[in-house]
């Protein structure tokens, strides 16, 4: 009997998880790959590795070695570095790929968004208000925000961050979505927050807070995505399972 073929998930979202599930009801050997940055994490469906492969050349070896027969990245939108590497090492080894990215959350009738390129530009670009800046952009990405000393500062990361940050109205909230409506309109009611800053990250599992900032007519700072990656792309797992089968000639159900 011939083995199971090998799939490889580069995960770190909510379509990782999902994506490990569906291929593995459907029979293949999934493996998804975590980059470790984040400390508590739910296991996956299949295996699970943690940790950086060493840039495109390792992943490559890695697949070589593995002998992958399809690589899903389902990685952050915002992990751009992630998702060159997976595009240079499949196309080194001829291993079919295919992006899962989930659609970009769009402005709303009512919204008061004002878009950045990056991170550093949305840190200058928060108003001043009266209640504070929530800052919901991750942990590694905050430190533009220190040299705001005119607004008062929520953030909200998944873990606390590794360095010092040097804020005298800083306070840190560790959570992990997905974010019920209801919670984020009490929370906005009780810290009496007065603007938001976020990524362009789409899906349900944060958006609550964007709801909830429309609601009061909150000006929204809203990081744009970088360029979207090239190669074979799906909107969902479901239509990356039917990309597989078309590509590889696997089941798809």
Known sequence: MAACPRVLVLGGSSEGFAAAERFSKLGYDVTTSFAGRTGARRQPVG??????FGGAEGLAAYLKAERVALVIDATHPFAARMKANAAAACGTTGTPLIHVERPAWRPQPGDDWRTAPDVTAAAALAPATDGPCFVTVGRQEIAPFA?????TLLLRVIDPPDAPFDHPAATFLCDRGPFALEAERQLFATRGIGSVVSKNSGG????AKLVVARELGLPVVMVERPPRPEGV????VEE???LAREMLGLRSD
């Open 47 to 52: 295996h699970a590795r943690v940790g950086g």
């Open 147 to 151: 040299a705001r000393r005119d607004l």
């Open 204 to 207: 349900p599992a944060a958006e």
């Open 233 to 236: 792309t799906a909107e969902s």
């Open 240 to 242: 990356a399972a039917r």
